[in-house]
């Protein structure tokens, strides 16, 4: 069984974003303070099997955990919005279906890509979670799209050259001058 100091900071506080923070506290009072299982003992699968690790790195996650992750966000987005993490960001916008219109100023994998590697490194590269399903489909659509918006505006004298032809009026023939 993983100790503490295996879990630490990897769930965040049931009792909700603005519980008090104390020193011993193992849980994360804020979306900036999860942190991923300590896996130096090798316990790395059992600790993301059996317990949740909220810090998201684009793994399924439960019903409650997205719930709870949600309330965290909402709560940072109106006290502190410049402390959210890319992630977290992208989980929100996962989550509400809108991955593909918001949030283009930031990466189109959310930064997700350099997570997983750095995860997986310490991991001797295995991976102990299964992917939210569909995440990597959707993400490459976010990045076609976000690719889309760059691309230059064409205005309409752009698409073909034409040369300016100038236009002889017809002669003025002033009505009844028969």
Same mark, same amino acid.
């Given at each position: 069984m !993983?100790?503490?100091?295996?879990?630490?900071?990897?769930?965040?506080?049931?009792?909700? !974003? /603005?519980h008090a923070v104390h020193?011993?506290?193992q849980f994360a009072h804020s979306l900036s303070d999860l942190l991923f299982p300590n896996e130096s003992r090798g316990l790395a699968d059992r600790n993301w099997e059996n317990y949740h690790v909220d810090r998201w790195v684009g793994q399924a996650l439960s *019903?409650?955990?997205?719930?709870n992750l949600g309330k965290y966000y909402e709560d940072e987005q109106r006290r502190k919005p410049w402390?959210? !993490?890319?992630?977290?960001h992208g989980l929100q916008l996962i989550v509400s279906g809108t991955e593909k219109?918001? %949030?283009l100023s930031l990466q189109w994998d959310f930064g997700l890509q350099s997570d997983v590697a750095m995860v997986l490194r310490g991991r001797g590269g295995r991976r102990a979670w299964e992917w939210m399903e569909g995440l990597w489909d959707r993400l490459e659509c976010r990045k076609e799209m976000?690719?889309?918006?760059?691309?230059?505006?064409? /205005?309409?004298?752009?698409?073909k050259p034409f040369t300016l032809v100038p236009y002889e009026l017809p002669p003025h023939? !002033? *009505? %009844?001058?028969d």
């Amino acid at each position: 069984m !993983p100790s503490d100091y295996d879990l630490w900071r990897t769930q965040l506080c049931k009792h909700g !974003p /603005r519980h008090a923070v104390h020193d011993d506290c193992q849980f994360a009072h804020s979306l900036s303070d999860l942190l991923f299982p300590n896996e130096s003992r090798g316990l790395a699968d059992r600790n993301w099997e059996n317990y949740h690790v909220d810090r998201w790195v684009g793994q399924a996650l439960s *019903e409650g955990q997205v719930s709870n992750l949600g309330k965290y966000y909402e709560d940072e987005q109106r006290r502190k919005p410049w402390s959210i !993490p890319q992630w977290a960001h992208g989980l929100q916008l996962i989550v509400s279906g809108t991955e593909k219109t918001r %949030g283009l100023s930031l990466q189109w994998d959310f930064g997700l890509q350099s997570d997983v590697a750095m995860v997986l490194r310490g991991r001797g590269g295995r991976r102990a979670w299964e992917w939210m399903e569909g995440l990597w489909d959707r993400l490459e659509c976010r990045k076609e799209m976000m690719l889309l918006s760059m691309r230059p505006v064409r /205005r309409l004298v752009d698409l073909k050259p034409f040369t300016l032809v100038p236009y002889e009026l017809p002669p003025h023939t !002033p *009505e %009844g001058d028969d």
